[in-house]
């Protein structure tokens, strides 16, 4: 087994390898394949070979120049992608906690605990107070 691995090794240098884009490409084939085999649809099935393919492709690939541009885009997009999520969860799980108000003179968003009645709320901003429920 070792020499199997060291050959492998001795195959892959200078070589790209796997990166988070051939990750994503990876998974992306095994969901195409499974689906395609699970709904009997072709096209979805071609789908994962190709994606398959791609990633192998990269892997194996000697311009790693170009496969790091590659992966740099790919790791703008999906941090984009993230962010939005991770911001999405973030104010969900603000909202059960806190109300969110805005200020009624400037705007500022002003954090406020629920279950407290009605409070007079403070602008830090501006000044302005106002009442509302929490």
């Not at 690939?61 to 590659?70: A, H, L, P």
């Not at 740099?72 to 104010?91: D, L, M, N, V, Y």
């Not at 003179?105 to 629920?114: A, W």
């Amino acid at each position: 087994m070792n020499g199997f691995r060291e050959h492998f090794q001795r195959f892959m240098v200078g070589r790209y390898g796997m990166d988070r884009l051939g990750h994503f490409l990876n998974g992306a084939a095994f969901v195409f394949i499974a689906a395609g085999f699970f709904s009997r649809i072709r096209l979805l099935d071609m789908a994962g070979m190709v994606f398959l393919i791609l990633c192998y492709f990269r892997m194996f690939s000697k311009n790693i120049g170009k496969r790091f541009q590659e992966n740099q885009k790919f790791e703008r997009i999906w941090f984009r992608i993230s962010e939005a999520f991770r911001k999405w969860r973030f104010k969900l799980q603000q909202s059960r906690k806190f109300h969110i108000y805005k200020c009624p003179s400037c705007g500022q968003k002003i954090r406020i605990p629920r279950g407290k009645g009605k409070i007079s709320i403070h602008c830090p901003k501006c000044g302005t107070d106002f009442i509302k429920k929490s």
